[in-house]
């Protein structure tokens, strides 16, 4: 009978114990995930905010126009880093309307990278670009984000 008890007992701890683990790495795949996409979001927003100068500046300075095309390239891998995150399924739905903007994103970068090489920038018109506006709607998501999971 005591054995009985004692094995129960132990059996019991056992669950406790791997299933705590399991939590435990749950809880840091969450933070991770969340950190990660938050940082991801501040990227794009640092970029949103600088940009709009850049350009205004590329259309006389050639340095400047080679330089707004490395941060759009770079840009473009962020995004590639950002979709190789796994988001913990809490995260799903937010994780797939960034997904959305972020290949609008890609679209918009690749053509305006051909503005930015034919030198045909426009300041006026960059913030009624879908850049700019998908930019804004991918920065607009940063506290949802940051809200996952409290």
């Not at 340095?63 to 995004?79: G, Q, S």
Request: some cysteine; charged content about 25%.
């Amino acid at each position: 009978m005591v054995k009985k008890w004692l094995l129960s007992l132990l059996t019991v701890f056992t669950l406790v114990v791997t299933g705590g683990c399991s939590l435990t790495g749950e809880v840091s795949v969450s933070v991770e995930y969340v950190s990660k996409t938050a940082d991801y979001i501040k990227k794009v927003q640092d970029f949103y905010n600088e940009v709009p100068g850049m350009v205004e500046k590329a259309v006389t300075d050639s340095k400047v126009r080679k330089d707004l095309e490395t941060k759009l390239n770079d840009l473009k891998t962020e995004i590639q880093n950002f979709e190789k995150l796994t988001p913990p399924d809490f995260a799903k739905d937010i994780h797939q309307t960034i997904q959305d903007h972020n290949q609008k994103l890609q679209t918009a970068i690749d053509g305006y990278l051909g503005l930015v090489k034919d030198g045909k920038l426009d300041p006026q018109e960059f913030k009624n670009s879908e850049l700019y506006q998908t930019m804004n709607s991918i920065i607009n998501l940063l506290d949802q984000v940051q809200n996952l999971g409290k």
